[in-house]
């Protein structure tokens, strides 16, 4: 009983501390606190190695990637201000295409896919993956011609039987 007492005595004064509303002003700090930096302001190079430590604390984090887990989110939006602060950097636009296929953003992981050149065969893996998807999506809701199209991108990537049993189903 004396220990819910004492609890309870805790906090209520914390309570009451909280609603207090006076103002004092004694400090004479005239520096404000830094404010966080987003992506937009820090470097391409800062915002690589952001995307990296978020994506691999996002895959700590959650079970299935999606774009809207916070730390996934972090890791795209990183990756993407990297890609779009050094175009010239493969490094970085390849990246962004790999967070956009781990995370299912399937248009867009094409689309990073389609403006690269020369694909290693992992990155092939995963422009084909997308590409499979996009297909899919499209021969479900009945859009055939732009299914073909998906297809025949994807086999262009990489012949997998994904896109061969979608392309079977366009016959």
């Known amino acids: 009983m004396k220990k819910i007492l004492i609890l309870t005595a805790f906090a209520l ?29 820090m470097t391409p190079e800062e915002n690589f190695a952001k995307a990296q430590e978020y994506a691999t604390q996002a895959d700590v984090a959650y079970p299935v990637p999606f774009y809207d887990r916070t730390l996934w989110k972090s890791a795209v939006d990183s990756a993407y201000y990297a890609s779009a602060g050094a175009t010239d950097n493969r490094d970085y636009m390849a990246y962004l295409g790999q967070l956009y296929t781990k995370t299912q953003w399937w248009i867009n992981a094409f689309n990073v896919w389609s403006k690269m050149d020369d694909l290693t065969d992992a990155e092939k893996d995963w422009a084909s993956l997308s590409a499979a998807k996009l297909a899919y999506i499209a021969l479900n809701r009945g859009d055939t011609e732009t299914a073909r199209a998906y297809v025949n991108k994807g086999m262009e990537w990489k012949s997998t039987p994904s896109l061969a049993a979608i392309s079977a189903r366009l016959q």
């Open 13 to 41: 004064g914390s309570l009451a501390a909280a609603q207090d509303t006076t103002t004092t002003t004694t400090s004479t700090d005239t520096t404000a606190a830094p404010a966080m930096m987003g992506p937009e302001s």
